[in-house]
């Protein structure tokens, strides 16, 4: 949802805050611009459509200057236009400021300034707050925006630029993110971290009602009533490598590559022959409820999450997506472990979803990508996915270490409840030390296969995901990144259901991708198939290596490694990710910013 960034420093501001905003577009691609100052004004370039857009017009007239500011926008209040790009002047063009989140109260305070006379450029909540800044000045800017930002209802993470006082940028934060990057004689605002890792790995991290003011040497941090404050600087260990497509086309295809190593880095110290490390996670015997609660491919991890737990380790699982659960007065007390579930850590469903569930006094856990988020700061105990930036909007890797997770977690607390044998659980320690070897083998042997198989899709309307058991949220996901990507219709069933409703959308040659990891209910989804099929349906299926009965009822099949059938869903997402990719390839789809969508959603 937007990215910002800011820069401060010794060199030409322009190129790095393109840099910058290059690497955060996967937050909001619907227009861009930037604003640098120079000697004597603030030079603002903007324009609707994507990044390479404004690059056009910075390549005629390169702003000059050391200071400035820049926006990625996701529109919320007023359509995307060059007019509703960011960054937004006040009157006078003293002040200039890009903004993440949405002010409630915009209409209110906009009414009460175009009674005083001002005028307005755009239909953005954003630009209320470029004219308070003229209205409140008096002299001291980092002043003037805590009276600003009093005046503010709602979320925002702000850059601000003023040429009353031009050696210095403010940043502040308000339940959208913000990080200030620190380096030799330069200084740096962004939303995520990926965004100047080339020139910096330090980073303070701001609080909510927290405010930067940064110059070209110094950072000095305040809360919201102007108080100075003091905090740790935040060493990132991701290597600037890690947001490169390095030699791929799309950064999805780069991320699904990257699955082994990203489960390898989670897996490691967490667990080994010997057993789990999980030793911050326990399950106290007065817990009698586990609440899951995300958005997106990270609700269908806790989807995949509730099978895998209460199959080992039996106590009662609750899935909600965030945007439900923070509306239904759910019921949640200090019996029950609450996980939220966000590879941004961002998400503000399901932190909103993670602030109740804490005022109901339960304790909350946090599976997250980003260390410093703020779900991971807000949550009791973190476990993080160590998957590395996901640029993508589609999440491939950070689903795949969610629910690698998941099974870490279902095997301590199995052990905890002595829910498992001893037999069992060292088969699945096995099998799970076993995932990245395998995971890098599934690649390796279907990729190409798969893309084969995509040119049968790329003229399909629809498409229908059917599996029963851990195999049904993940078709969920296997779904979505069909829909989220290559924009085709496609519909995930519970096999078993087909036949209350769904089946009557089944015709000739209307793909159905049938996955079938579950031994238990084997038989029961070789019907499902003999059912679609029988209609006309054009089966793929999707199932362990040795399965040959399947050959019979599908049209064609894709195998990965046998495993404890439990663990399959792990391995089977990859060839369902690389389907979606190579579809959205055949269809010229834009694979890594699929239309409407952005990468962290910090609106509600
Ligand atoms: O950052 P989060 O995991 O909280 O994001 C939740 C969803 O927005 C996200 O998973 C979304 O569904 C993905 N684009 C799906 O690929």
Redesign the pocket.
Known sequence: MCGIVGYIGNKQATPILLEGLKRLEYRGYDSAGIAVKNSHEIEVLKKEGKLAELENIVLADSPSGTAGIGHTRWATHGRPSDNNSHPHYDQKRDFVVVHNGIIENFQEIKDELEARGYLFESDTDTEVIAHLLDFYYQGNLRETVIKVTEQLEGSYALAILSRRESDKLIAVRKDSPLIVGKSEGENFIASDIPAFLNYTNQFYVLDDGEMAEITQDTIKLFNYRGEEVSKDVFVVDWDPEMAEKNGFDHFMLKEIHEQPDALRRVLNNRISSTGLNLSEIDLPQSINKIQLI??????YSCQMGKYIIEELARIDVNVDL?SEFRYRDPIIDDNTLVIV???????AD?LAGLRLAKKKGAKVLAI??VTGST?AREADEVLYLKAGPEIA????K??LNMVAVFYLLAINFAGQRSTISEELKTELIDDVLRLPELAARVIRENEELIAEKAKGLKNCRSAFFIGRNTDFPLVLEGA??MK?IAYIQAEAYPAGELKHGTLALIEDDVPVIAVATREKIYEKIISNIKEVKSRGAKVTALTFAGNREIEKAADNVIYIPALNSLLSGVLAIIPLQLLAYYTALERGCDIDQPRN?A???TVE
């Open positions: 995300a958005c997106g491919t990270a609700s965030g579930v966000s590879q941004s850590g961002e998400t399901t997250t990508n779900i909007v589609a999440s491939t950070a689903y979505l990144k989220e969508l990468k962290s959603v």
